[in-house]
């Protein structure tokens, strides 16, 4: 929420846009027909936009809502969607009276995001439609809307239709907002602001807004512009600068677009360490009076992007240290909620991380506006494909009509977020050799947006530079295969063009899962658990280790989008049957048929994995040992060692049981039960962990002690625990609101007498609630678990669980949260709503 200065008091504003807007989520109806969750038909019934229809069998809920998340997992359906089944028919309606002074005015519904093929009725009258479920869209309700009556909205949504490569959810998946305005007002995503000249005394800004009339009369307007700075809570500040006032005339049913220009001396800069934002309030008058108030959050800073030298933000070099993130949010499906993400970036920014790719498509708006408040650098992802299908009903059968329409709704939604600063029109699509299509859509971007540069995900970096597609690009990205690199750097069509690594690594794992055999060697897969030695990856991938020193060598890329970020909900490879995987190898035939047969082999199986192993962080939102990894290598001024693997192998005392460590320190000395095991360096662009790897395992306790520049910098232990004895929670916030949309992610640790998490650790823990407060889900990390996220029961995974929480909406009080397990001392944590 930002807040407003408006008349000498701070107005809250929901959103970015027209001041005039309302969450419109509360109290819809929801059916399910076509494919069910069981499998079966539920025949359609016609005329379901009709405004009286028997409505008594409806389910009632708020939105976002996500049809499939509450499965059940099913063995038979695809592991690539979650063995979730989120193929249905979805019809919503919704009643809610429009008073009668809201007449003469403009209606609006905006719609985050609805999945998919949306079709919007306002009684029993057909609004508009919008296909793409990732997309933003806005509907004018006004032409239908009876004002001081009954209104039904219905929303029409069609998934059966819609192929995707991991699981896509199903439904009005995020938020809904009614807009109300006057005719004359500022239009939908109708501002833009860039800063053409920026020094430290003084920034330029330009300002480009339109103003719609929806009158049938010309109205004359002036349009007038203050710019105030953001705190970092969203409190309104001082105002540093005002655009001159402009007046416009503006054709009835038509619109016009101005221009103002204004300085803001000594400008904040926004910045990945320090976001500082301003806000621009345009507000439009007619005879004086102010009819319409439009807020524009936006940021002031500097990018250059080199072949040679690598990117800069505010005139220094920023290495790219990002990761690729899928957007379902674990245990709770698609259904976008707020905590929920910033508690992934926030875990993420602990790591290093510092820049996010939408895979592979447009986001929630809330992600752009906590990547803007949390420092977060955000490459903007349109389509997973264009003319051809990776999937027969995927965008492809959308693309010729609807693809410069997309493209408009999210470079013009998101172009004023200072986070966005790439944009990317693909990922690994199928056209990717093609130079005709790919420069249609380079150009059509930066026609819309000329100040960032436009990207495409190359799976086939080579063979593409070899048919010219990526000359049409600003930044070439290259997911995987740099193994030519050195060839296309000094290509006279390529030479000046910056690459980065769009998609890196592909590293699985299951956290807290090791596989040793008897002579001590590492084993990768064991019963559909990875092991987190942090090895293991797909054909095409590599493991973190090896991309790091693939960034050594090539100091010029702008740095690299790890793949992923979280574990997400389908795509469980190595376990996943999904055909298209062989489009990453079809210029090796070789690779190709082994990876044919293995596919083939999966589908005979039925594998029970569920969800992905390629997370730095599991489902649940537990970092895996390789956060560390990645954490020593990208915060290389915080001190930290990580040991792994844990110390409980009653069955291999004596046996060897290599361990390794991760540190930001450039040497490490490791202690086996005060015994010196030696000292490791780190060979600086080469070595990456150290590695110990003929230690005998006996019982008690393994420390490292890290040294930078021949001091002591940081230390780390494990030991061999006791028996588990209780369980403790922790939650990640103590206050929330009694909204009923606001989460506390409570970490449960199974613990022995000494207060030290017992790994290999799988208890059966049943939570509840005592106070104003319910339980939203449960989860474990586990990638192979079909209990529903919805149960209160929960088998741990490796000694932690996790359930969420939320309050009652409009309650207040204190919330206790217990769990208990046969044989453990239950554990509580106190929760407080406000």
């Not at 907002?177 to 000249?197: E, Q």
């Not at 060598?553 to 992923?564: K, S």
């Not at 589908?603 to 969800?611: F, G, L, V």
């Not at 678990?785 to 932690?800: D, E, I, K, M």
Request: proline share 6%; glycine share 8%; net charge negative.
């Amino acid at each position: 929420m930002i807040l407003c200065w408006s008349g000498g008091i701070a107005q809250p504003i929901l959103r970015m846009g027209n001041a005039g807007v309302s969450l419109f989520d509360e109290n819809w109806l929801f059916n399910r027909y076509g494919l069910q969750s069981d499998g079966t038909r539920k025949a359609e019934p016609a005329n379901l936009q009709a405004a009286d229809i028997n409505e008594s069998e409806w389910e009632k809920l708020n939105l976002p809502h996500d049809w499939a998340i509450c499965g059940p997992f099913r063995v038979d359906l695809a592991g690539e969607t979650g063995k979730l089944p989120y193929k249905a028919i979805g019809w919503y309606r919704k009643h809610f009276v429009m008073p009668k002074e809201d007449s003469g005015k403009q209606i609006y519904l905006d719609f985050d995001g609805a999945m998919a093929y949306a079709k919007i009725y306002l009684n029993g009258n057909s609004v508009g439609t919008w296909p793409y479920g990732y997309s933003s869209f806005r509907m004018d309700l006004t032409p239908y809307l009876k004002f001081g009556g009954d209104n039904v909205l219905a929303v029409y949504l069609n998934t059966e239709n819609w192929d995707s490569r991991w699981y896509p959810g199903g439904g009005i998946y995020r938020h809904v907002w009614m807009v109300k305005t006057a005719p004359v007002h500022v239009a939908h995503w109708g501002t833009c602001i860039t800063t053409p000249t920026i020094s430290d005394s003084a920034a330029a800004v330009t300002l480009k807004v339109t103003v719609d009339n929806k009158s049938d009369k010309p109205v004359e307007a002036v349009v007038k512009t203050n710019i105030f700075e953001i705190s970092d809570d969203d409190i309104i500040g001082n105002k540093v600068a005002s655009f001159d006032s402009i007046n416009i005339l503006i054709k009835e049913n038509g619109n016009t677009e101005t221009t103002q220009k204004a300085v803001i001396p000594n400008p904040k800069r926004w910045d990945i360490s320090s976001p500082n934002r301003y806000v621009a309030q345009t507000t439009i008058q007619v005879h004086g009076k102010n009819i319409d108030t439009y807020t524009t959050p936006f940021g002031i800073r500097t990018m250059e992007f080199t072949a040679r030298k690598g990117f800069y933000l505010n005139g220094r070099r920023v290495a790219i240290q990002g990761t690729c993130n899928h957007h379902d949010l674990g245990a709770l499906g698609a259904a976008f909620n707020i905590s929920a993400l910033r508690r992934q970036l926030t875990i993420l920014k602990e790591m290093g991380c510092n820049a996010l790719r939408t895979s592979h498509n447009p986001p929630a708006p809330e992600l752009l506006e906590l990547a803007d408040k949390m420092g977060f650098l955000l490459m903007d992802e349109a389509f997973d494909c264009w003319k051809t299908g990776k999937k027969p009903l995927d965008y492809n059968k959308l693309f010729d009509e609807w693809h410069e329409k997309d493209l408009k709704a999210m470079i013009h939604r998101d172009r004023n977020n200072p986070c966005v600063f790439m944009w990317s029109i693909g990922n690994e699509v199928r056209d990717q050799r093609v130079p005709g299509i790919t420069k249609e859509l380079a150009d059509f971007v930066r026609n819309e947006d000329p100040t960032r540069p436009v990207t495409n995900g190359y799976n086939h970096p080579d063979e593409a530079r070899e048919a010219g597609a990526p000359v049409s690009m600003d930044v070439i990205g290259i997911n995987y295969f740099f193994g030519m690199q050195a060839k296309w750097d000094v290509d006279p069509r390529y030479a000046s063009i910056p690459n980065i690594g769009t998609e890196t690594s592909s590293c699985i794992t299951s956290r807290g899962e090791y596989f040793i055999d008897d002579t001590g060697k590492e084993e990768e897969y064991n019963e559909y658990q990875i092991s987190s030695y942090d090895f293991a990856h797909p054909e095409w991938g590599c493991n973190p280790d090896t991309q790091f020193r693939t960034n050594a060598v090539l100091p010029h890329l702008l740095g690299e989008f790890v793949w992923t970020g979280f574990d997400y909900l389908g795509e469980p490879t190595p376990y996943n049957s999904d055909e298209t995987n062989l489009l990453n190898l079809s210029s090796d035939p070789k690779k190709q048929k082994e990876l044919e047969k293995k596919l083939e082999d999966l589908c005979k199986s039925q594998a029970p994995s569920r969800s992905s192993y390629f997370g730095i962080v599991d489902l649940a939102g537990f970092p895996k040992d390789r956060y560390y990894l990645y954490q020593s290598h990208w915060r290389p001024e915080l001190p930290m060692a990580h040991i792994l693997p844990h110390w409980n192998w009653p069955e291999r005392v004596g046996k060897i049981t290599p361990v390794h460590v991760y540190t930001s320190g450039d040497e490490a000395e490791l202690f086996i039960n005060n015994k010196s095991m030696g000292h490791k360096k780190r060979n600086e662009g080469i070595t990456f962990r150290l590695v110990w790897d003929s230690v005998r395992y006996e019982p008690g306790t393994v420390k490292v002690i890290a040294y930078k520049h021949g001091k002591q910098w940081a230390a780390d232990e494990v030991r061999t625990t006791g028996k588990p004895t209780k369980l403790t929670l922790s939650a990640d916030r103590r206050i929330i609101k009694n909204d009923g949309s606001d989460f506390s992610y409570i970490t449960v640790a199974v613990k022995d007498k000494d207060g030290f998490t017992v790994p290999r650790t799988h208890p059966d823990i049943s939570f509840k609630v005592e106070g104003p407060g319910e339980i939203v889900a449960t989860d474990n990390g586990d990638a192979t678990s079909f209990v529903p996220f919805q149960s209160h029961t929960r088998q741990a995974f490796n000694g932690l669980a996790l359930v969420i929480v939320k309050a009652k909406k409009g309650s207040n009080g204190n919330i206790v949260v217990t769990a208990n397990s046969e044989g453990l001392t239950e554990g509580s944590v106190f929760l407080t709503t406000k």
